[in-house]
């Protein structure tokens, strides 16, 4: 195995820095195993000597810390949380069909996975340090420097602090019962659950409480323009600033392009709401969307882990468009067409999962 130490199907997008994802199929298990799990990196993994590497807590804190992964494993007890990490920029390929998004990857739907990971509250933290009541917003600095912001930047990110002192919320040194890989983010990254996995910093080296959201390019950089917008000439405000995840789904059996017989076939997927909502219920169609069934899904197993569901459909031979589309506990539902929700840096394409599939009588 590589140094990414990942199955030998995964769709690679690029090389160096790695950004790959699992072909749908290989998504179908609650937690995804560690060679399987998608790969999102905007510069070289960086080298850190785990024995050296500190944490530091700083900003409108009453007391800075400077934590060994020692001291952060002795001072504040452990927390395991299941929670799907997903790139916003999941689906952009389905994007591109219908309007081109120069210069970024074009992202299947394998850009999500499922982890349980453990380490300490962020909660728990950012308490020993003494937020200070301006403090509205936590940022979060890596140790990777990214050739992509100008000039080269640490990859960054903040959520509010309203987000941060939620329970969910972790610094993590392990993932799937074993030590988080270091192309995961060794030694310690952070997880947001329900929140687009670019807030989940890897490599982390510094918290810092503050007034406002970081200024780091990758904060805005993850925005959802308006149409007309030129990506190259924007001034961060110009977009609105990505957090909770959107409601979505996906179709992972049968796979796009399927030789099937015609008649019963079992149609399998996952649905994921975002934020701190849960998918309510799943809709499938064996006819371009004309009529529909309901889908068996999942109950939620928290509300920041995808749901399975599976429906068995009966297809006429010929060449045929399979769609699902979720609604959440909120009654809202995706949206119908890609052509809704374009946006000029391909962002959170939750429009219905579509994939054809042909059937023979
Ligand atoms: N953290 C650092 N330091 N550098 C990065 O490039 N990529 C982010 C996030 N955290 C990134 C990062 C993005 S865009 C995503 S989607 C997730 O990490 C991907 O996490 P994974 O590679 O563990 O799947
Ligand atoms: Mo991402």
Redesign the pocket.
């Known amino acids: 195995m590589g140094t990414w130490d990942k199955r030998g199907d995964m769709v690679v997008h690029e090389v160096e820095?790695y950004n790959a994802e699992p072909p749908p199929g290989a998504l179908l298990d609650q937690i995804t195993p560690l060679d399987t799990?998608?790969?999102?990196?905007?510069?070289p993994i960086?080298r850190i000597d785990a024995a050296s590497w500190r944490l530091r807590v700083d900003g409108l804190v009453d007391r800075p810390l400077e934590l060994s992964m020692d001291e952060l494993q002795r001072r504040f007890p452990e927390r395991t949380v299941v929670a799907t990490?997903?790139?916003?920029?999941n689906r952009r390929a389905d994007l591109m069909r219908f309007r081109d998004i120069p210069g970024q990857e074009p992202w299947g739907p394998g850009?999500t996975?499922t982890a349980c990971w453990s380490g300490v509250g962020l909660a728990n933290v950012l308490a020993e340090a003494g937020l200070q009541a301006q403090a509205a917003h936590i940022a979060f600095t890596?140790?990777?420097v990214?050739q992509e912001a100008y000039p080269p930047q640490?990859?960054?990110?903040s959520i509010p602090a309203a987000k941060a002192t939620s329970s969910e919320v972790l610094l993590a040194w392990a993932m799937n019962d074993q030590a988080l890989p270091i192309?995961?983010?060794a030694p310690l990254?952070?997880v947001v659950p329900g929140w687009?996995?670019?807030?989940?910093?890897?490599?982390?080296q510094r918290i810092t409480a503050q007034a406002e959201p970081t200024d780091n390019y990758?904060q805005t950089a993850?925005s959802v323009l308006p149409p007309e917008a030129d990506p190259h000439k924007t001034e961060p405000g110009d977009g609105i600033t990505l957090g909770p995840i959107t409601l979505h789904c996906a179709i992972l059996r049968p796979d796009e392009g399927a030789q099937l017989p015609a008649g019963p076939t079992d149609v399998t997927g996952f649905a994921f709401a975002g934020d701190d909502r849960t998918v309510a219920r799943v809709d499938v169609s064996g006819d371009g969307g004309s009529t529909w069934i309901h889908a068996d899904l999942d109950a939620p197993e928290n509300p920041w882990t995808w749901q399975h569901w599976r429906a068995t459909l009966t297809l006429p031979a010929g060449e045929t468009e399979l769609v699902a589309r979720a609604w959440d506990s909120t009654a809202a539902v995706q949206p119908e067409s890609p052509a809704t929700v374009w946006n000029p840096k391909g962002y959170a394409n939750n429009s219905w999962a579509r994939l054809n599939v042909t059937c023979h009588p």
Do not use: E
Request: glycine content about 18%; some cysteine; proline content about 8%.
């Open positions: 820095p799990f998608y790969g999102r990196n905007h510069g960086p990490l997903q790139c916003a920029g850009a996975s890596g140790a990777d990214s640490p990859f960054g990110a192309a995961h983010g990254r952070v687009i996995g670019a807030r989940s910093v890897k490599w982390l990758f993850y």
